[in-house]
């Protein structure tokens, strides 16, 4: 049977994950790439401590419990095969034929071509923008790592950790976030700082080796009052110490607070889906659908709206805020729908198997 907690947390998440980039454009901590604030100490901007440190690891978690499910039912060569061309591919190939469309407006929002010179070779300028459009496919990236990286653990493991992990109690559960603290210490990049694979190694494996067992949930459905409690006390906590500095750097995402709100929040939306959202209806088969094209193409709508808003009208904050995220949700949806069906675009740019034309699997 289907696990459909999975594809209403996954959707979940990605709608936050869109309203969290509405907020991004506009926020006044980190200004990078973006408009920037209308005003000082923009409430909205709370938005984003509350969702910022468990969105992604959460993402991790899912697609490693899905990865799971998959080996289950197809051999590791169908595994990979099939996360190179659903991962790897947009996230090369696809960047050289539509990336740069969205690589050309980041590099708008971030004033690049005035600080480019103007003789630069027209073909390093179109890699460049290339480059620059990777944008979310980070995510696909990081997440073909750890796919490959998985094959090669259970190449030596051969199911016994997998098998010692199938009914492990709450408190062995919640001290796993002990391991998350750690890995999120190490393996992050630098300058580009959404490329943590330590921390999103971790929940990947996490959600392959840990949740994708019925028991280990029915732990988390048990506890999820507790679970939610932690998560909102946590979360006050790390939003009121935090307010006003930039979240995405390391000093804060991987503090102690940081990490902590991050687990508990995960661990309360897997319950919650577990145990109130397994079951399926007409809005949530339709956004199963449609999360990945979401995910993939919100961005472009999202910048280029926000992008030409600034630049020729004069409206309230609240209209900008409306037309950006109304534009992101129903321009990613269109776009996936004319993409999915063209020949070769649907392969490079979604993912879309050449055999397979209905095989769009979520990530």
Not at 191 to 197: H, K, L, N, S
Not at 347 to 359: A, T
Request: hydrophobic share 45%; proline share 2%; net charge positive.
């Amino acid at each position: 049977m289907r696990k459909y907690y999975l594809d209403n947390i996954r959707y979940f998440t990605i709608i936050n994950v869109v309203l969290f980039h509405v907020i991004y454009m506009y926020n006044g901590q980190s200004i990078y790439g973006v408009l920037g604030p209308f005003y000082k100490n923009q409430i909205q901007d709370l938005f984003q401590y509350i969702v910022y440190p468990w969105i992604m690891v959460l993402l991790f978690i899912i697609s490693g419990i899905s990865s799971k499910y998959y080996l289950d039912k197809y051999n590791k060569s169908n595994y990979i095969h099939d996360r190179t061309i659903k991962l790897l591919v947009p996230s090369t190939i696809g960047l050289l034929v539509f990336g740069w469309v969205q690589g050309y407006y980041n590099m708008l929002l971030s004033e690049a071509f005035i600080k480019i010179p103007s003789n630069i070779n027209k073909l390093l300028l179109f890699l460049i923008m290339c480059i620059s459009g990777t944008g979310v496919l980070w995510f696909n990236q990081v997440l073909w790592i750890n796919s490959i990286i998985l094959i090669l653990i259970n190449k030596f493991e051969k199911n016994k950790l997998l098998n010692f992990c199938e009914n492990i109690n709450f408190m062995i559960i919640l001290s796993l976030g002990f391991g998350l603290y750690l890995s999120a210490q190490i393996l992050n990049t630098p300058i580009i700082v959404v490329y943590r694979f330590g921390i999103y190694g971790f929940s990947f494996l996490l959600g392959y080796f840990v949740f994708s067992h019925e028991n280990n949930l029915k732990h988390l459905e048990s506890n999820y009052i507790f679970l939610i409690c932690m998560s909102i006390i946590l979360g006050t906590l790390f939003t009121y110490k935090y307010y006003g500095e930039n979240y995405a750097l390391k000093e804060v995402f991987s503090s102690t607070l940081s990490v902590s709100y991050s687990w508990f929040a995960s661990l309360s939306i897997l319950a919650i889906g577990k145990l109130f959202f397994d079951k399926e209806y007409k809005f949530t088969k339709f956004m199963k659908e449609k999360s990945y094209g979401i995910y993939i193409f919100h961005y472009l709508f999202l910048s280029s709206t926000a992008y030409y808003l600034h630049k020729y009208t004069h409206l309230v904050p609240l209209f900008h805020y409306l037309l950006v995220g109304c534009s992101s949700f129903i321009g990613s949806i269109l776009l996936f729908q004319i993409m999915s069906k063209i020949p070769f675009i649907n392969w490079c740019v979604l993912g879309i198997s050449k055999n397979k034309n209905k095989n769009i699997k979520n990530i």
